[in-house]
């Protein structure tokens, strides 16, 4: 599964038609698992937290990749972002 952000949103490119989400599996941070059914070519939305799950044959799957800032599996953001967090508690 690839992650990106992109504007305020994320979005999850995937192969499978079948995706559940657990808010990242943070925990407490996290949400109750949601079990999702994409079409082929498909999107569906996780009703918790927003999350976009798009089958890698969706029209928009390009345009992610190449506007979007990509997010490790493990939940922490990109690496710009990773940048301005540090910035922002340097300030504080």
Known sequence: MERYLLDGEEFAIVDSLYVSCDGNGAGALGHPIEYLTLERGG??????????????????????RARGEPVDSGGDLGPRSAEALAQDSQVA
Request: glycine share 0%; charged share 25%.
């Open 43 to 64: 999107e569906a939305v996780c009703k918790y937290c927003d999350r976009h799950f798009l089958h890698h044959s969706h029209p928009r799957v390009s345009d992610v």
